[in-house]
């Protein structure tokens, strides 16, 4: 059996469905969901409590229980803007974790050419780390594929950015 003909398909028969709908059944439809259902949260005694608990919680913790119900979401939208800045405005590089960093003995020998050569490297490789935690971290946010290849790939490159980040996660200062 063929898992992606089968998400295809599955698409598709979901597609035929909406489509299938009279109009106004799919008018009707949207209206409850972005108008009825948003005025019900507002005016609904159970979410007015909710809210004043998740309120005091944050006065009291700085956080609420609201903010942990998709706590991976919350980091990645509390990391992703401050690590595209870093990108802008990092100075250097990290010292010896990256791949062709020298060791303090290994630059003794080298001239001034080579060691801003070896420097131009490292600084090189450092923003392409940085980038593939960003892209890893982007592609979290997205979380939409289109074939099973596809989604094959994109958690490949967000497990290569995340394992970056936990490798370099002490060098992103500045």
Same mark, same amino acid.
């Given at each position: 059996?063929?898992?992606?003909? %089968?998400?295809?398909?599955?698409? @598709?028969?979901?597609? $035929? ?10 008018? +009707?439809?949207?209206?409850?969901? +972005?108008?009825?259902? *948003?005025?019900?949260?507002? =005016? ?13 919680? !944050?006065?009291?913790?700085? !956080?609420?229980?609201? @903010? ?5 979401? &919350?980091?990645?939208?509390? =990391? ?9 405005? #990092?100075?250097?590089? *990290?010292?010896?974790?990256? *791949?062709?960093?020298? %060791?303090?003995?290994?630059?003794? !020998?080298?001239?001034?050419e080579a060691k801003e050569?070896?420097? &131009?490297?490292?600084?090189? &490789?450092? %923003? ?13 946010? @997205? ?5 099973? $290849?596809?989604? #094959? @790939? #994109? $958690? ?6 995340? %394992?970056? !980040?936990? #490798? ?7």
């Open positions: 059996m063929n898992v992606e003909k %089968t998400y295809k398909e599955l698409l @598709d028969l979901l597609d $035929e469905g909406w489509k299938a709908k009279p109009l106004y059944q799919r008018i +009707y439809i949207r209206f409850c969901q +972005y108008v009825i259902e *948003p005025i019900w949260d507002i =005016i609904n005694p159970v979410m007015i409590m909710r809210r004043l608990r998740w309120g005091f919680q !944050f006065c009291l913790r700085g !956080f609420s229980d609201r @903010d942990l119900w998709s706590l991976d979401y &919350e980091l990645v939208t509390f =990391i992703l803007p401050r690590l595209k800045r870093f990108q802008k405005i #990092k100075q250097g590089v *990290p010292g010896s974790s990256l *791949p062709s960093s020298l %060791t303090y003995q290994e630059e003794n !020998f080298l001239d001034d050569l070896n420097f &131009e490297q490292c600084e090189r &490789e450092w %923003t392409e780390i940085i980038n593939k935690m960003i892209i890893a971290f982007e592609l979290i946010l @997205d979380c939409q594929w289109d074939s099973i $290849e596809d989604f #094959k @790939d #994109k $958690e490949n490159k967000i497990l290569e950015g995340l %394992t970056l !980040f936990s #490798k370099y996660f002490r060098n992103l200062w500045i």
